[in-house]
C-alpha cells in the first residue's frame, strides 16, 4: 500500500499542496514550525479520520480558510485496488459579517450560530460520503513520533493508545466496541456519582455492568490476540538491534482478573462479579475502577521490567522494535503493508539506533520521514530518497 497523490487545502500552515508521490523513502527536512509534521498529520487524518497532533477538528482549519474549511484527498494504491479519500473539516467558530447600524450609525459586527447538527467533518471514499467508522484503516499508516520513544516509560493510556490505533485500523468491529465502551464508562461514572450523592438507586448499575463486561470481553480478547503477534515480531527485532544480547517480551495486563480456562462465554460473568466485589469503593470514588480503559503492557527484556529498570537506551530500543512490530502485524493480518511515518525521531537517537532503524525502514514499500536537517542520513540514503525542504507550508524538491 502506498500513498500515490496527496493534495491538502487550507489545512494547518498549507493553503495549497498538491504532491505526487509514491512507492520509496521520503525525506522533508526544514526548520521547525514550518510544517513538516503537519503533513504527515495530514496522511495520518486520511488514514484514521482524527489527528494525533490537535485536541479537536477545528485546530487544523487554517484560519484564512474560506468558508472555514480545510480539505484534504488522498489516491491510495493498495493490494487489490485504487481509492480515492476526501475529507472536509469544517472550523465550527461562528462566522462574523457586518450589518449596517440604525439610522445611519456605524456598521454592527454580529455572528450567527451554526446549526447544532451541522457535521464538522465529512469523509468520502470514492466520491461516495461514508460514516468516520468505515473510513478508519481504508488506508493504513504507522506512526512513530518522538513522544513513542517514551512507550515504555510514558504513561499506561499511551500504551493503551499504540494498542487502540493499530486494532481500530486493521478491525472496524474493535473500533466500535471501544467507542461504545467508552460510552459506556462515561454514563457509569456518572451514575455512581449520582449514587454516591444518594440521587440514585445502586441497583440501576447493573445494565450498565452488564454492557461493559460484554464489551470489555470483546476489546480484552483482542488486545491480547494482538500482544501475542507482536510479540512473535518484537522480539526478533529487538534481538537484531541489540546484536543478539537481549529477548523482548510485552505482557498485557488486564485490570480484570482473568483466567486461560474462561471461554469467551464465562468471562463476562467472572468479570462482572469483580464489579460486585469492587462495588462500593467504585461509589465512594465515583469512577469506574475495573475495566480495559485500566489495562497496560509491561516490556520485559531477558525477564526484567524496562519501565523500572531500563537504561534509557533501552527503552527506545524497545520502543522502535514494538512499532516496527505493529507495522508487520498490521500487515500480516490485512495483506497491506502500512505506511510507515517517522516525525522527527532520527534527532533524538543515538548513531548507532539510528543506523538500525534506518536498516529497517529501508525495507519497507513507502517511508515518509521528518528531521531538521539532513547530517543525521548517510550520503547513500539521501541519493536514494525523494528529498523535500519545507519552507512555511511550501516544499522544494532538493
Known sequence: MYLSHLSLS????????????????????????????????????????????????????HWQAPEHIARLKG???????????????????????????????????????????????????????????????????????????????????ERRRFVDRALCQVQPRYCQALVKYRKIVAQRSALLKRIRDQQEDPRLLDYLDEQLTMLANQIMFERERMIAALNAQASQLQATMSSGREHLQIVYRPSFKTNAEWNTQQAPQHYREQLQATRRKEILQGVCLLGPH??????????????????????????????????AYMHSSTGDEPILLLDDVFSELDQTRRALLLRQV???????????????????IVQQARVYQITNGQLKSH
Open 10 to 61: 487550507y489545512f494547518r500552515n498549507y493553503q495549497n499542496l498538491d504532491l505526487a508521490m509514491g512507492p520509496g523513502f521520503f525525506i522533508f527536512y526544514g526548520d521547525n514550525a514550518q510544517g513538516k509534521t503537519n503533513l504527515l498529520e495530514a496522511v495520518s487524518v486520511l488514514a484514521t479520520a482524527s489527528s494525533f497532533d490537535a485536541s479537536n477538528d477545528r485546530e487544523v482549519v
Open 294 to 327: 485500566r489495562d497496560d503492557l509491561e516490556f520485559l527484556v531477558n525477564g526484567v521490567n524496562m519501565l523500572t529498570y531500563g537504561s534509557r537506551g533501552q527503552q527506545r530500543t524497545i520502543a522502535l522494535s514494538a512499532k516496527l512490530a505493529e507495522l
Open 75 to 157: 489516491l491510495i494504491k493498495r493490494c487489490e485496488d485504487d481509492i480515492q479519500i476526501d475529507i472536509s473539516i469544517f472550523d465550527p467558530t461562528p462566522p462574523a459579517f457586518d450589518r449596517p447600524g440604525m439610522s445611519g450609525t456605524s456598521s454592527v459586527t454580529q455572528t450567527f450560530e451554526l446549526p447544532a447538527n451541522m457535521g464538522r467533518k465529512r469523509l468520502k471514499l470514492n466520491g461516495t460520503p461514508h460514516k468516520m467508522m468505515t473510513m478508519i484503516g481504508q488506508m493504513k499508516v504507522v506512526l512513530f513520533a518522538p513522544t513513542d520513544l517514551h512507550l515504555v516509560d510514558g504513561s499506561p493510556e
Open 362 to 380: 529501508l525495507q519497507h514499500q513507502q517511508v515518509l520521514l521528518t528531521a531538521t536537517d539532513l547530517t543525521s542520513f548517510p550520503e547513500e
